[in-house]
């Protein structure tokens, strides 16, 4: 708890990241001493492999990978989870226990975590591009979902009130992994971050009812913290998204076949590309910047090079600022974790309902590989899979300089208009290269 405390800010994330991971070799460690503990060799052996594999994986994780990094452990952790119920209530079954709470929990914590096992697999694999990031829709899924969901409840329903049947219970495991991947097929685009954090949440709660049946009063509470915490982070994503949850799990964000330029007669114009000289040349006379990250800026890895071009700007008597949408990237924090990494002033990161009343008073925007979070068409376009989605005004500033490989749509597949407003300059090319020569060219101006 105080571990999740320290975490609330930035200055002290370090050390409750730190807190926690002592926290845990300790819970580990004194697990080994409880009294009737058995099996300790194979204990001590996933002890060894577990750590070593979780120091390896930690050290070897680009940053831009680390949104399937947390879909993986959670996963882990969900099918950890299911798996001690499994062997609880094989337990119970032969040993004839009839405790309803016992065989309750037991019987939620196995759905809860199957569900947010295999569900956070397809995420893992979505964001790893093991398959596409885009929603898999088919005809009659919802009914489908409906009947697995109904299914399910039929049999806790039974498991818990009639009969205590394995054959039974394992029917139900099958169809928790089945639910789970059903679940997240349909989810993609910019509804990854929430659908994350939502799975987060189950593994939280599926560990909080694992600690009813063991009678382990710290994993209940721990797991009741996880899983109250990435409920809020859910509802808020949902709340800065527009959107309700039900609508993220069930609407299929980014599946519609049009973008928002081919769906509609929206403002139309052509693309103006120019050279990183010519783009330093409109820094170097504006007064006020606004820098927007975004999940181009993590491939690239270009914070740093972000961070130096914004020291150069500030040192022409330049104020620059950070605009971080809540979605952006592709998981919670994924833009205040890097612009951390360069050690970027967390005062200098504003979020959009504070940045968004500055822009039309901003000289120049700079939006680094973001897309989906900057489009207009959010605004208007009742065609558009984003439509009523907050976004960061970028287009109401003076200027609007995007860095940006190519004219490809973003992780929804929505075409962005910003893009050809009159307004608005693309500077074509890697983020790191282009942000590092155009650092270069400010400084000899």
């Not at 990094?69 to 040993?95: D, K, P, T, W």
Request: aromatic residues 6%.
């Amino acid at each position: 708890m105080l571990a999740l405390k320290l975490m609330n800010g930035p200055k002290t994330a370090r050390n409750g990241n730190l807190l926690a991971a002592a926290g845990m070799g300790v819970a580990l460690l004194a697990t080994f001493f409880m009294p009737g503990i058995k099996n300790l060799e194979w204990m001590a052996l996933a002890f060894v492999v577990g750590g070593v594999l979780g120091t390896w994986s930690a050290r070897k994780v680009q940053m831009t990978a680390m949104p399937q990094m947390v879909a993986l452990f959670n996963g882990l952790g969900g099918g950890a989870v299911a798996l001690v119920a499994l062997l609880e209530y094989r337990n119970f079954s032969a040993e004839g226990v009839t405790d309803a709470v016992k065989i309750s929990t037991s019987v939620l914590s196995l759905v809860i975590g199957s569900i947010s096992f295999s569900g956070s697999l397809v995420a893992y694999a979505k964001l790893q591009e093991l398959m596409t990031g885009r929603p898999i829709t088919y005809p009659g899924q919802k009914v489908l979902n409906f009947l697995f969901l109904l299914g399910a409840a039929g049999l806790i329903v039974s498991l818990i009130a009639w009969t205590h049947s394995m054959p039974l219970f394992y029917v139900l495991l099958m169809l928790a992994l089945v639910l789970g991947v059903t679940l997240v097929l349909p989810i993609g685009g910019a509804d990854m971050p929430v659908v994350i954090s939502l799975l987060n949440s189950f593994t939280g709660c599926a560990a909080g009812l694992a600690g009813f049946v063991l009678g382990n009063t710290a994993l209940l509470i721990g797991g009741g913290l996880v899983g109250a915490s990435g409920l809020i982070l859910t509802l808020q994503m949902c709340k800065a998204m527009n959107r309700s949850l039900e609508n993220v799990i069930f609407g299929a964000f980014g599946g519609g076949p049009t973008g928002a330029i081919a769906a509609t007669a929206g403002p139309q114009g052509t693309v103006r590309s120019y050279s990183v000289e010519d783009a330093a040349i409109i820094f170097a006379s504006a007064n006020s910047v606004i820098i927007v990250p975004g999940y181009g800026m993590a491939v690239a890895q270009a914070q740093h090079v972000v961070k130096e071009l914004a020291n150069k700007l500030e040192e022409k008597g330049i104020d620059v600022k950070y605009a971080v949408h809540p979605v952006a990237g592709r998981m919670p924090g994924h833009m205040n974790v890097l612009l951390a990494e360069a050690d970027v002033p967390y005062e200098k990161l504003f979020d959009l309902d504070e940045i968004n009343p500055m822009m039309p008073e901003t000289d120049v925007a700079l939006v680094i590989g973001a897309n989906d979070v900057v489009n207009p068409a959010a605004r208007y376009d009742k065609n558009s899979p984003i439509y009523g989605m907050p976004i960061l005004d970028v287009d109401k500033c003076r200027t609007v300089i995007v860095s940006k490989r190519s004219m490809n749509p973003g992780f929804a597949g929505i075409d962005n208009e910003l893009f050809l407003l009159p307004n608005t300059i693309m500077v074509f090319g890697n983020a790191k290269n282009t942000i590092a020569s155009l650092s270069s060219a400010v400084e000899q101006i």
